[in-house]
């Protein structure tokens, strides 16, 4: 998606004696002129934040090839000693094969010279054509191009701008790493400032260049530091003409749809655990000094109610025992993947009250929150680091935001509103379903014209870009649009079984079509609404990773059936309840 950002000077960062103006220049293209004006109180919390932000933006946890030049100095050495032995020993048999090489040439020649013929003329019109081939190279160009501005210079790498929120309530920062899996959301607090003029609501992209960076780093305790966000620019008086920046970006898909997808992920219900900053210094001290060289790569968090949490960190087999106590009802384990994208928190811990972490599930995302007192940082995880927010899981279908729903009437409404939780959108629409509403509000994220906010669970009116996403980016995908489809057969074969473990066995047949088998599909929920085990006899889910990471249509299906009947109460164990028996206990 190409898109233009207009900046009228870039940002700055204006120091005049113990008083520092931090200017963030807004997008001028947009539609909503957003203007922001407020002295801090904790400028250093601030700036830490920030920078930390910025270092989520540049942060590349993938796979770097690695140079080895001892290796290919031994190789040629290797080489030149077995040549030299080969000389030494093995003149005659050398010859011989020589010669014996050359009387199989010399019949081959004369069987296959028309052949050859005709492949000098081959070869020699492919070279005339390739001399014509405008997009010859032309992909390996553009990858050296961007490595090298990478590698050279981190400021003209950075394109993908930090996106700004000015709300009733809050300021707030979102942000999205190189390689799309790790999402970054500062929540500043309206409390966390002196208002100095009436803010305008809206949203916007800033210039947080490399050089502003450097300047923040300077704050000091005994600066006065007053926040603006203002579309006109800002002007030094020195009489000097700011300058004007324009970027013209192509937005990868996957950048838009991922940032899309996260707030999908927030929504969905998991099992949040509170951490002291000693106990996430623990970890993060942990990281910083192992390396680990070999597979496997996880921590596993071995989580028993009413009991210290634990983590054993592979392949080392070290466990380390946190302060926190698991308040969960089941005891449970989550492996963590990509682990060493913790250590982008590192910067808040002396900054931070506590960390709330919160699991989805095995092969699901993370998010962790780090309270600042009147500041906010949600940080999301995906389920590991060489996988980004638009691989396998859908995580819309998974919450239940499929379909267009009454997406005109949301999106008028919390462009109103700006900000509601789930249940007062839903009050508002009382006359319609439920699954219609939350079809609307999954739009609105699908469109980048809202987010979940974890920290209050709240739905926020934001507009990603300065101008509407393309009709492809977020319509209706094939996945959901077979969702749909098996959604009305879920229920005819359904079976629940309910486990000693208080575990929910939900399984389904869904029938073929003529000589196609039935697929038999079944998800095992465990008290806190986590998937503990999956399985499905289609051929789609049997190539996957078989996990939820990979679900297929049925896994879907079955799932959003399942989630509405996790509160079902004085079930009797192992007993097998068709969806009949339940139906008469709801009634």
């Not at 998606?1 to 120091?15: E, H």
């Not at 920078?51 to 942060?59: A, E, G, P, Q």
């Not at 190189?178 to 003029?197: A, H, N, P, R, W």
């Not at 699908?446 to 906010?453: H, I, L, N, P, S």
């Amino acid at each position: 998606m190409q898109v233009n950002y207009k900046y009228a000077s870039p940002s700055q960062c204006i120091q005049n004696n113990d008083k520092t103006m931090l200017g963030f220049s807004a997008d001028s293209s947009r539609s909503e002129a957003v203007s922001f004006s407020g002295k801090l109180k904790h400028p250093l919390v601030f700036r830490d934040a920030m920078l930390m932000l910025r270092d989520i933006v540049i942060s590349d946890m993938s796979q770097q090839t690695k140079e080895r030049p001892e290796y290919f100095e031994w190789l040629n050495e290797e080489i030149e000693r077995r040549i030299k032995a080969h000389k030494e020993y093995a003149p005659k048999v050398r010859q011989a094969l020589k010669e014996k090489m050359d009387v199989c040439d010399k019949e081959i020649a004369e069987q296959n010279e028309e052949i050859t013929k005709l492949s000098k003329i081959k070869t020699q019109l492919q070279k005339e054509i390739d001399q014509y081939d405008a997009w010859k190279d032309y992909y390996k160009i553009e990858r050296d191009f961007w490595k090298f501005l990478r590698d050279r210079d981190y400021d003209l790498w950075f394109v993908l701008d930090p996106v700004i929120t000015v709300h009733k309530d809050q300021v707030s920062f979102e942000a999205f790493s190189i390689d799309e899996s790790t999402y970054g959301c500062l929540s500043v607090d309206m409390k966390e400032f002196e208002l100095l003029q009436e803010p305008e609501l809206g949203t916007t992209n800033i210039d947080f260049s490399a050089k502003l960076e450097k300047e923040m780093q300077r704050f000091r305790s005994y600066t006065d530091v007053t926040l603006n966000i203002n579309s006109g620019g800002f002007v030094i008086d020195n009489d000097i003409v700011p300058e004007y920046v324009e970027k013209k970006i192509d937005l990868p898909e996957t950048w838009i749809k991922g940032f899309n997808q996260v707030s999908s992920a927030a929504a969905l219900d998991g099992i949040e655990i509170e951490l002291t900053p000693a106990d996430m210094y623990d970890i993060c001290a942990f990281l910083r000094k192992h390396k680990e060289k070999k597979s496997p790569r996880y921590m596993k968090w071995i989580l028993e109610p009413q009991k210290r949490v634990q983590i054993v960190f592979e392949p080392f087999g070290t466990v380390l025992t946190l302060n926190a106590i698991y308040q969960g009802k089941q005891k449970r384990e989550e492996k963590i993947w990509g682990r060493r994208r913790w250590l982008t928190v590192e910067k808040l811990i002396p900054l931070s009250k506590a960390f709330y972490v919160r699991f989805l599930g095995f092969g699901m995302p993370q998010f962790i929150r780090a309270d600042m007192g009147t500041m906010f940082m949600t940080v999301g995880f995906s389920s590991w680091s060489s996988n980004d927010w638009v691989k396998g899981t859908a995580f819309n279908i998974m919450a239940g935001f499929t379909g267009n729903g009454n997406y005109k009437d949301v999106y008028s409404l919390l462009k109103k509103e700006r900000s509601l939780s789930m249940e007062e959108i839903f009050d508002h629409f009382k006359e319609e379903k439920k699954d219609k509403v939350k079809a609307g509000i999954g739009m609105l994220f699908r469109k980048g014209e809202a987010y979940f906010d974890v920290l209050n669970d709240k739905v926020r009116f934001r507009q990603l870009c300065n101008e509407p996403i393309p009709v492809e980016l977020y319509a209706i995908t094939n996945m959901e649009k077979e969702v749909q489809k098996l959604s009305k057969k879920t229920f005819d074969n359904m079976t629940i079984l309910y486990t000693p473990k208080k575990e929910f066995v939900f399984s389904t047949v869904y029938k073929g079509n003529g000589w196609q088998a039935p697929d038999r599909t079944s998800i095992t929920i465990d008290q806190d609404g986590q998937i503990v085990k999956l399985d499905c006899s289609c051929s789609t889910f049997k190539r996957g990773a078989r996990n939820i990471s990979e679900p297929c249509a049925h896994i879907l299906a079955l799932y959003v059936a399942a989630y509405k009947l996790l509160k079902l109460e004085n079930l009797e164990y192992n007993k097998q309840y068709k969806i009949n028996d339940i139906m008469e206990m709801l009634l």
